[in-house]
């Protein structure tokens, strides 16, 4: 008789433990504890602990001490093998900041050449930086709303209309496509001829007609305070006829009249910015300014009264003509967050807004509320003072994040409805203020060459090649271009007075049928 056996399999021997990290939220000098369990499992019954260490290692360890709550080892061992090891890890941080270390725990067992090790992550984090990022939370999501007002002053500080520029509630036309000299906004475009309306939808609603375009192209987009497009009147939408709109605020609730498209605007300050295609000079001193000159605006009480004369506005010594992209990041943190609740009352949050109204409530933000620097340690004031800067990086890196990458070509398509993407929402008002709907203006970023080098025009030049079958394709009545900018978003000063090159122009053709565009 043969009787076969099969030797059992130990587990190896295994360091636990309870929780796996540790994270703390304490104030400065204040020491916060937390318990960590340890526990020893596969042990071999003839094997004993000979030894255990532990210590804390890492950049912040100084900030971190560990307390074991038994030293003998036969007790050690016991508590090990049922998991109830205790150590008690203090953090007591001496400086304001995000703090990280590791708990290294180390048992030496007899019989086993090797050591058994465990670490467990540790991090901690200062009361004074959990408010900055809660207030660098808000200062994302009240960048367009300040970046708005700031425009708004820049746009509408003169008594009567000039180019752009006009008082509140009246059209300011641009009679030339836009150029270096211009930088109110990024990103702007030198194909169309610009208009823009600054609106207090405070006390009544505001009519604007349109007249007819004859096929032409027109975009009217409509932005709320936060930068959200609410309505797009244009070509694409509401076609090229004579159209009257009545734009009323958040609150009114009157009659609207029977000839008039209502376009609701969720806040009392809004921006209206007109662009009509221009082929050339030529077209835009005719035909462009005639539809521009057929444009009108005016408060409902004042429509059909052929005398109204629109009020002259008033000059601001102390509005810079700085761009409001610049000015916004010199602005301290406690006037840029006292204008932001000055701003909320009569531009109220979106529904989907209210976790981050709640959230900032506590801090002195929100419609009304007035932030005090003085609240917080000196310490933590520091930090606050920083927040412009990092925010400044955050949006650069977002932008760059968001975009849909096509060889060295980034494409944005979530513009104008930013619901609760905060940080897009601030990225684009930064970078690009004034965003339409996607479904009206793609918009292509080149930064680098296609093999990654950054675009530098002060040492090389540059070729665009479209195939053939890859010229852009846009419908008969719109356009595409490309323009230049510096590194502040603005047109680039250059001699020939060039600022967009297109659809538009005379392009010469390749004999395979295929464009070049030279950047030099």
């Not at 941080?93 to 067992?109: D, F, I, R, Y």
């Not at 610009?194 to 007249?211: C, G, N, R, Y």
């Not at 510096?486 to 392009?507: A, H």
């Amino acid at each position: 008789v043969t009787i076969t056996g099969v030797q059992a399999q130990n587990p190896a021997p295994t360091l636990s433990a309870s929780p796996l990290n540790i994270e703390f939220l304490t104030e400065v000098n204040t020491p916060s504890q937390q318990r960590v369990n340890i526990g020893l499992t596969g042990i071999p019954l003839l094997s004993t602990l000979t030894s255990l260490e532990v210590n804390i290692t890492g950049e912040n360890n100084t900030q971190f001490s560990v307390l074991q709550n038994s030293h003998e080892l036969g007790q050690i061992l016991t508590d090990l093998l049922s998991g109830n090891l205790g150590l008690t890890v203090s953090y007591t941080p001496t400086a304001e900041g995000n703090h990280s270390a590791t708990l290294e725990v180390q048992a030496k067992l007899l019989g086993f050449t090797l050591p058994l090790k465990i670490a467990i992550p540790l991090k901690g984090k200062t009361m004074g930086i959990l408010k900055v990022d809660d207030l660098t939370e808000a200062y994302i999501y009240g960048f367009p709303l300040v970046m708005a007002e700031l425009t708004k002053r820049v746009l509408t500080n003169v008594v009567t209309p000039d180019q752009v520029f006009a008082p509140v509630n009246q059209f300011g036309h641009a009679n030339a496509s836009l150029n270096n000299n211009f930088t109110a906004v990024v990103g702007a475009n030198a194909d169309t001829y610009s208009s823009s309306a600054w609106l207090d939808l405070t006390e009544e609603p505001i009519v604007i007609s349109m007249p007819n375009t004859n096929g032409r192209y027109y975009l009217l987009p409509i932005l709320d305070a936060f930068s959200n497009v609410f309505a797009s009147p244009g070509s694409r939408t509401t076609g090229t006829e004579a159209q009257t709109f009545l734009v009323t605020g958040p609150s009114w609730e009157g009659t609207v009249p029977s000839n008039m498209i209502e376009l609701k605007s969720p806040t009392n300050m809004a921006w209206v910015i007109g662009r009509i295609l221009a082929y050339n000079e030529e077209d835009g001193q005719t035909i462009v300014k005639s539809i521009q000159d057929g444009m009108s605006i005016m408060p409902l009480s004042a429509y059909g009264n052929t005398s109204y004369t629109p009020p002259s506005g008033t000059i601001d010594p102390y509005v810079t003509n700085s761009p409001p992209s610049e000015v916004i990041f010199n602005l301290s943190v406690s006037d840029f967050f006292n204008l932001m609740n000055e701003l909320l009352v009569e531009n109220p949050s979106a529904s989907y807004d209210s976790t981050i109204i709640k959230k900032m409530k506590p801090l002195g933000i929100g419609s009304g509320l007035t932030f005090n620097l003085a609240d917080y340690t000196l310490a933590t004031q520091a930090l606050i003072a920083g927040i412009p800067i990092a925010v400044k990086a955050k949006l650069l890196l977002s932008v760059a994040s968001a975009a849909n990458r096509v060889n060295s070509w980034g494409y944005l398509y979530m513009l104008g409805d930013y619901k609760d993407d905060y940080i897009l929402r601030a990225a684009i008002a930064y970078t690009g203020y004034g965003a339409n709907w996607v479904d009206d203006t793609l918009y292509g970023i080149c930064l680098t060459t296609t093999d990654l080098i950054p675009l530098n025009g002060s040492i090389y030049n540059y070729q665009l090649h479209f195939d053939a079958d890859k010229i852009p394709p846009v419908h008969p009545s719109a356009f595409w271009s490309l323009s230049a900018y510096d590194s502040n978003g603005f047109f680039i000063e250059n001699e020939i007075g060039r600022y967009s090159i297109g659809s538009r122009d005379t392009l010469y053709i390749n004999t395979d049928g295929s464009i070049d565009l030279y950047i030099q």
